[in-house]
Every structure is written in C-alpha cells, then in structure tokens.
C-alpha cells in the first residue's frame, strides 16, 4: 500500500511563498504521478496540479508542483499568497490501480 | 449543464446497508472511469472505489479501497446513464460526504465532482 503523509497545517502572510509537501511510504515517488487538489471551505476539490508538475485549465502560475526522488516527496508551492488561497490541500497518487489520498493541508493565509 | 448527481445518502443504523447513485446530467458516464471518493465531517478525502469504462482495455475493471473491500460493490449502468455503490455492514467510519467524481481519459486527474451526498451513521 501507499501512505501520503502531508503536514497537518501550515500558515504564512499574504504575498509570500509557501511549499507544502507529500512524503511516499510504500513505494517511490516516481512510480506514479502526483496529482494536487484544493478545498475551499463548503467547496467540491478542485485540481490543481496533475502528472507531477503539470498546472490544471486555468490555474494561475502562482501554483507549481514538483517531485524530490531524494525525499520520496512531492511539492505544492505557492507563490503570492492571496487570501483566497486559504484552504486544504490534498496530493493524490496511483499504485495498483487503486487511489491515495494524503491527509491534506490546511492552509491559513493570515 | 455537466454535471454529476448523488443520491442515496441519509441516516443509516450500524449493520445496515446503504446504496448511493449518481447520475451524470449532460455528458455520457460510458467512457470514463468513475469514482466514489468520501469525507468525513472536517476530515481527509478517501478514495472508496472506481469502475471503468464500458468500453477499452480497461473495460469494466474495478478497484476498493482497504477499508470497504469485501463489503461494497459498484457497479455502472449505461442506460440510466448512472453508477451505483453499495456498502455494507456499515459502521460509524462509514459516515461522511460521498462524492461521484469522474476520472480523465488520459491524465487520469479527477476533473468533475458532484456534490456530494451525505451519509450518517447512527443507532
């Protein structure tokens, strides 16, 4: 099995960068893509970031991801913090056919 | 519109057993990989289950996830253009938001969500 472990929060002020992570246990990081989603508060996901670093229709270039083989990790930065971005964050990943979510990130933008 | 429509969802007793449907509105449900993806009140998403297309090599093909296999089953019907869960022997872990989430054909992100259908399990 596949175990995404993201941090549980993280918090920094509009205007500036912020890298959330995705750690891969069982399994490395490259053996599938990483895909990143966005939960606004009382809102469906919405996709961020697909096939490791790829931005979805219409997501602004503030959003980036990328994978680390070093770390067994994937990244989400975000560059420019908008207020807006407040939300959680959830990588997502295949093995075997089935899906794993990571437990998600709560972002404060304060 | 295109859109994806859950129902099923209520008040459930321990033991009891629930079915969710979810009808695409607009769009045909038959070339892609369906998904059931759930959430507990303020908690993480958990990807449930998939059924495949009806067509292509990955036909029919289906997946569970850990914590319903052996007590769920999917299953898609082209007609009514809709695709069913249904989960037993449920539990207080089984409550949450459902959500019916249609998978792409070739980058295989999730690109359209209903919005959901709400689950409570409770004696």
């Known amino acids: 099995n596949v175990l995404l472990t993201q941090p549980h929060s993280v918090s920094e002020s509009p205007g500036k960068t912020v890298i959330i992570t995705c750690t891969r246990s069982?399994?490395?990081?490259?053996?599938?893509?990483v895909q990143w989603y966005q939960q606004r508060p009382g809102s469906v996901p919405t996709c961020l970031i697909y096939?490791?670093?790829?931005?979805f229709y219409g997501v602004p270039d503030r959003f980036s991801g990328s994978i680390d083989k070093s770390s067994n990790s994937a990244s989400l930065t975000i560059s420019g913090l908008k207020t807006e971005d407040e939300a959680a964050y959830f990588c997502l990943a295949y093995f075997k056919g089935r899906v794993f979510f990571g437990g998600g990130t709560h972002l404060t933008v304060l | 519109e295109v859109q994806l429509v859950e129902s099923g969802g209520g008040l459930v007793k321990p033991g009891g057993s629930l079915r969710l449907s979810c009808r695409g509105t607009d769009f045909s449900l038959s070339p892609f990989t369906m998904n059931w993806v759930r959430q507990p009140p303020g908690k993480a998403l958990e990807w449930i289950s998939s059924?495949?297309?009806?067509?292509?090599?990955?036909?029919?093909?289906?997946f569970y996830g850990d914590s319903v296999r052996g007590r769920s089953s999917i299953s898609r019907d082209d007609g009514d253009n809709s695709v069913h869960l249904v989960l037993n022997n449920v539990t207080a872990e089984d409550t949450g938001l459902y959500f019916c989430v249609r998978r792409g054909r070739v980058t295989y992100y999730f690109n359209l969500w209903g919005r959901g259908t709400l689950v409570t399990v409770s004696s």
């Open positions: 069982g399994g490395s990081i490259g053996d599938s893509y």
């Open positions: 059924v495949g297309p009806s067509v292509g090599s990955d036909s029919g093909e289906i």
């Open positions: 096939e490791n670093d790829e931005r």
